[in-house]
Nanobody, 121 residues
Framework: QVQLVESGGGLVQAGGSLRLSCVASGSFFSIKSMGWYRQAPGKQRELVAAITSGSTTNYADSVKGRFTISRDNAKNTVYLQMNSLKPEDTAVYYC???????????????WGQGTQVTVSS
């Protein structure tokens, strides 16, 4: 199984910055991709950014140019640097990892517990 521990959320004023971190631990064969999703009240969970094991990145249009995703494969850690934050970025941010438990199994999705990001105007 895979356990995810997130950190770095909080309250920040518009225009400010936050950095989220997520560490994956447990017994698994490989991690295919790591990413961040968010869910605002009354809205569906949406992809914010993702990064593959080969460092290919994918961003939601709403965060391009403001957020940067990166990963440290040796530490099984993914980061989300969020700059120029806006009130509409307020949401619970969830870490997502797609991991193979063994070489014969397709990758499964694992989720963190979520961390609140609140941007005040």
């Amino acid at each position: 199984q895979v356990q995810l521990v997130e950190s770095g959320g909080g309250l920040v004023q518009a225009g400010g910055s936050l950095r989220l971190s997520c560490v994956a631990s447990g017994s698994f064969f490989s991690i295919k991709s790591m990413g961040w999703y968010r869910q605002a009240p009354g809205k569906q969970r949406e992809l914010v950014a993702a990064i593959t094991s080969g460092s290919t990145t994918n961003y939601a249009d709403s965060v391009k140019g403001r957020f940067t995703i990166s990963r440290d494969n040796a530490k099984n850690t993914v980061y989300l640097q969020m700059n120029s934050l806006k009130p509409e970025d307020t949401a619970v941010y969830y870490c997502n990892v797609k991991a193979q438990l063994n070489m014969f199994r397709l990758a499964d999705d694992y989720w963190g517990q979520g961390t609140q990001v609140t941007v005040s105007s």
